[in-house]
């Protein structure tokens, strides 16, 4: 694989977003690493970063802040840019060989030949450097903790191989954010923190469930399990199961953490959106599969914006 010269270096990866800059408008150079680090997927860094910034915005609640500290919702969209592409890039060297078996993967920059292995592996080096230049900006807690996220984030790969339900363990890994910033301003995990996370690991396999509907077929193929397949005709329920368990968690987290009513608008507006996906699926459509889980996005920031609003509502009430 390493030797393969790229047949066509500007092929676009199958699922990336159509007419994104990266395609138009990066050097043709470092197009093949912006595809690696999934810059031209950008709902992945989404994903990772929601869950970091609802974290900042229950601590503010707690706190009595009157919103999240802009510098840790910086520094998380920064992380979350550098590690989702650190991830992806470790994720796409571990599985060069089984995504050019699925027709969804085989465009990758590693399976199709325009990066090489080696040249990938450098290139995770830079961005886990990146990170962890943003980790080090936080209390000694927070980075221990961050540095803690590594373990599942290094076995996830390999799951596709073991484990009937890998995205258990991908929940682990993306949801970590749930964590990082409640530690950021307390300096310690309390309960609304750890049933944030919880929460947030059921909200991740209830959409990467739904992302998995594109690659059943091929999954079968080429041997890699995964939660679509293991819940089969039983997957709008499991995926209804999960989104639920999602809105439950949260909602505890939230109130635990003293969330008045806005916070719970927010949190119901986002079980709404949630129990929408639900309703609409389609599991033999691919690509309205796909639209849903990027949808996500939306979701995430109902809820976030919900958490912010109560914050500095209650911080003018009581001021």
Same mark, same amino acid.
């Given at each position: 694989?390493?030797?393969?010269?790229?047949?066509?270096?500007?092929?676009?990866?199958?699922?990336?977003?159509?007419?994104?800059?990266?395609?138009?408008?990066?050097?043709?150079?470092?197009?093949?690493?912006?595809?690696?680090?999934?810059?031209?997927?950008?709902?992945?860094?989404?994903?990772?970063?929601?869950?970091?910034?609802?974290?900042?915005?229950?601590?503010?609640?707690?706190?009595?802040?009157?919103?999240?500290?802009? %510098?840790?919702?910086?520094?998380?969209?920064?992380?979350?840019?550098?590690?989702?592409?650190?991830?992806?890039?470790?994720?796409?060297?571990?599985?060069?060989?089984?995504?050019?078996?699925?027709?969804?993967?085989?465009?990758?920059?590693?399976?199709?030949?325009?990066?090489?292995?080696?040249?990938?592996?450098?290139?995770?080096?830079?961005?886990?450097?990146?990170?962890?230049?943003?980790?080090?900006?936080?209390?000694?807690?927070?980075?221990?903790?961050?540095?803690?996220?590594?373990?599942?984030?290094?076995?996830?790969?390999?799951?596709?191989?073991?484990?009937?339900?890998?995205?258990?363990?991908?929940?682990?890994?993306?949801?970590?954010?749930?964590?990082?910033?409640?530690?950021?301003?307390?300096?310690?995990?309390?309960?609304?923190?750890?049933?944030?996370?919880?929460?947030?690991?059921?909200?991740?396999?209830?959409?990467?469930?739904?992302?998995?509907?594109?690659?059943?077929?091929?999954?079968?193929?080429?041997?890699?399990?995964?939660?679509?397949?293991?819940?089969?005709?039983?997957?709008?329920?499991?995926?209804?199961?999960?989104?639920?368990?999602?809105? %439950?968690?949260?909602?505890?987290?939230?109130?635990?953490?003293?969330?008045?009513?806005?916070?719970?608008?927010?949190?119901?507006?986002? %079980?709404?959106?949630?129990?929408?996906?639900?309703?609409?699926?389609?599991?033999?459509?691919?690509?309205?599969?796909?639209?849903?889980?990027?949808?996500?996005?939306?979701?995430?920031?109902?809820?976030?914006?919900?958490?912010?609003?109560?914050?500095?509502?209650?911080?003018?009430?009581?001021?």
């Amino acid at each position: 694989m390493d030797g393969v010269t790229a047949p066509d270096a500007e092929h676009r990866v199958a699922d990336a977003v159509r007419g994104h800059w990266v395609d138009r408008r990066a050097p043709r150079a470092v197009r093949p690493y912006l595809r690696l680090a999934r810059i031209d997927r950008p709902i992945g860094w989404w994903l990772l970063l929601l869950p970091c910034w609802w974290s900042a915005a229950l601590a503010a609640i707690a706190s009595g802040a009157a919103y999240p500290d802009p %510098a840790h919702l910086a520094l998380f969209f920064i992380g979350a840019v550098a590690m989702r592409g650190a991830g992806s890039t470790y994720n796409d060297i571990a599985d060069r060989d089984l995504d050019a078996q699925v027709e969804r993967t085989r465009s990758r920059p590693l399976p199709s030949g325009q990066v090489r292995t080696r040249q990938a592996a450098l290139f995770l080096v830079a961005q886990a450097l990146v990170g962890l230049a943003v980790l080090l900006q936080f209390n000694r807690t927070a980075i221990l903790v961050g540095i803690a996220s590594l373990v599942p984030v290094a076995i996830y790969p390999f799951m596709k191989r073991v484990m009937p339900v890998p995205q258990a363990v991908l929940g682990l890994a993306f949801a970590w954010g749930a964590l990082m910033g409640w530690v950021a301003v307390f300096g310690r995990l309390d309960a609304p923190a750890l049933l944030l996370y919880g929460g947030t690991i059921a909200w991740v396999v209830g959409y990467d469930t739904i992302y998995a509907v594109q690659d059943i077929e091929d999954d079968e193929i080429a041997g890699i399990r995964s939660s679509a397949r293991f819940f089969g005709r039983r997957m709008r329920g499991a995926i209804g199961l999960c989104y639920g368990a999602s809105a %439950a968690l949260i909602g505890a987290a939230a109130i635990l953490a003293g969330t008045g009513l806005a916070g719970l608008v927010g949190v119901g507006l986002f %079980a709404g959106h949630l129990a929408r996906q639900v309703l609409r699926l389609d599991t033999r459509d691919g690509r309205g599969a796909l639209g849903l889980f990027r949808s996500n996005r939306d979701a995430g920031l109902i809820l976030f914006l919900g958490l912010a609003a109560d914050a500095l509502i209650r911080h003018l009430v009581s001021g």
